[in-house]
């Protein structure tokens, strides 16, 4: 009579929930690998300083017209930037094998989408605070309320930019992929957002559409501050919805992120 031994199954990598250790550990390292390739950090950095910069003389003969449209793409600019590098920059830690080694360790998909999330965040930080100082005291936009609303906008847009990046960079197989993305997520929200006519003259279908989109409240809150001294009840609200939909993003990109990009 033979004995039959059965092997007991391979444990898979214990997992937990949300480590602030492993969170931060994952932000230092993408922060040191970003530190090693400038272009990315000139074009988070510089590139919506320099759209900024133009854009002002562009409308030389029309300073009226930089007033008007300045604040809503000081904050549409950093979420563009930041979409394009996080897209790319998680999609190749993906390709690399690098994603698949860190998930193989003790290390949750929520710790490595809050780590990217909190590098990146640092990155939009220092972003959106040189946009707005440029604007506001080198390009000379013109704003009723506080700077410093306009900068929690700018900021909340660049970190809704950074969520979006990380969220579609699941669905992309390569770089090129990637970029393709913006058409789709990025070019609807600016067309309907209410940037180049306000929202409740586009057709009712258009208008419920945009309703959905986060930048369409971006540009509302720019747009408080441009007209309004004090924190209004309309900013509060199109602030939370900005934050809050960053948020609901970032859980969809932790919900499906995979290990590698077949």
Known sequence: MSTTTTTPPIPAAPTSPLN?????ATAARVLRQLRHDPRSIALMILVPCVMLFLLR????GSPQTFDNIGASLLGIFPLITMFLVTSIATLRERTSGTLERLLA??????????GY???????????????????????GLDVTG?????LLVALLDALLGTALGLFVSAFASSEFQAVQFMPAVIFPQILLCGLFTPRDNMHPVLEAISDVLPMSYAVDGMNEVLKHTDMTATFVRDALIVAGCALLVLGLGAATLRRRTQ
């Open 20 to 24: 602030a250790s492993r969170t931060l």
């Open 57 to 60: 003389y562009v409308f030389d």
């Open 105 to 114: 360790m003790p290390l949750g998909k929520g710790d490595l989408i809050a």
């Open 117 to 139: 999330a909190l590098a990146f965040g640092t990155l939009a930080i220092v972003q959106s605070t040189l946009a707005t100082a440029l604007a506001l005291w080198g390009l």
């Open 146 to 150: 506080s700077p410093w609303l306009l």
